[in-house]
Antibody, heavy 123, light 107 residues
C-alpha cells in the first residue's frame, strides 16, 4: 500500500523559514517523480514543485521560484520542501504527491497524495 | 500557463441521479485531463486520467469524455459517498493546472 506522510508544518512568522518532509513507503520511491501541491484554506489546488527521480531536475511554479527548494533523499525514501521568506499567501495545506511517470519531462499526473500538512504564516 | 475553467462551482442532486461537471481548457491539452475527488478534510483521490481512463478501484459510475477542449465528468446513479468536491487538472504540460473545483451536495 502506497503511503505518503507529511510533517514539519506549523505556525510561522512572515519572513521565517520552514522545511516540510514527506516519508514515502509502499512503492519503489526512487523510480518516481515526486511533487508538492498546496491548497489555501477553502481554495483550490495549486501545484508548487516537482523533482525528478534522481533529484537533478526540478520544476517550480513562478510565484515560488527562489524561495522554495524541493529535494529528495532516495536512501531515506523522503521528499522535502524548504520554504524561505514565508509570506501570508503561502498559508495552505501542503500535499506530497507521487507522479504516475518516471520522467519529469512529461505527464505531470499524480496518483497518490499524502494527508497534507498545514502551514500558517502569521505574526 | 494553461487555464482550466470548471463549471458549475456547486451543484445539488439527489441519490440515484446523474450529474455532469465540465472543464474547459484554454488551449489544446491532447486529452491529458484528470479528475480528482476530494472529501472534506481529506486529500484528493485520482478518479480519471487521459480524459476517460478510470483509475484502478474507481466505481464504473464515474466516466469522462471530451469534445475539443471541453472535458466532462459524469457520475451516474449518485451515491451518498459521492458528496465531495471535484477538480479537473491538465497533465499535458508544466505547470500542471487545476480547475476551481465543483462542490457536489447530495439532497
Amino acid at each position: 500500500e502506497v503511503q505518503l506522510v507529511e510533517s514539519g508544518g506549523g505556525l510561522v512568522q512572515p519572513g521565517r523559514s520552514l522545511k516540510l518532509s514527506c516519508a514515502a513507503s509502499g512503492f519503489t520511491y526512487s523510480n518516481y517523480v515526486m511533487a508538492w501541491v498546496r491548497q489555501a484554506p477553502t481554495k483550490g489546488l495549486e501545484w508548487v514543485a516537482s523533482i525528478s527521480t534522481g533529484g537533478g531536475n526540478t520544476y517550480y511554479r513562478d510565484s515560488v521560484k527562489g524561495r522554495f527548494t524541493i529535494s529528495r533523499d532516495n536512501a531515506k525514501n523522503t521528499l522535502y520542501l524548504q520554504i524561505d521568506s514565508l509570506r501570508s499567501e503561502d498559508t495552505a495545506t501542503y500535499y506530497c504527491a507521487k507522479a504516475v511517470d518516471q520522467s519529469i519531462y512529461n505527464n505531470p499526473l499524480f496518483d497518490y497524495w499524502g494527508q497534507g500538512v498545514m502551514v500558517t504564516v502569521s505574526s | 500557463d494553461i487555464q482550466m475553467t470548471q463549471s458549475p462551482a456547486s451543484l445539488s442532486a439527489s441519490l440515484g441521479e446523474t450529474v455532469t461537471i465540465e472543464c474547459l481548457a484554454s488551449e489544446d491539452i491532447y486529452s491529458n485531463l484528470a479528475w480528482y475527488q476530494q472529501k472534506p478534510g481529506k486529500s484528493p483521490q485520482l478518479l480519471i486520467y487521459d480524459a476517460s481512463s478510470l483509475q484502478d478501484g474507481v466505481p464504473s459510475r464515474f466516466s469522462g469524455s471530451e469534445s475539443g477542449t471541453q472535458y466532462s465528468l459524469e457520475i451516474n446513479s449518485l451515491q451518498s459517498e459521492d458528496a465531495a468536491t471535484y477538480f479537473c487538472q491538465q497533465h499535458h504540460d508544466y505547470p500542471p493546472t487545476f480547475g476551481g473545483g465543483t462542490k457536489l451536495e447530495l439532497k
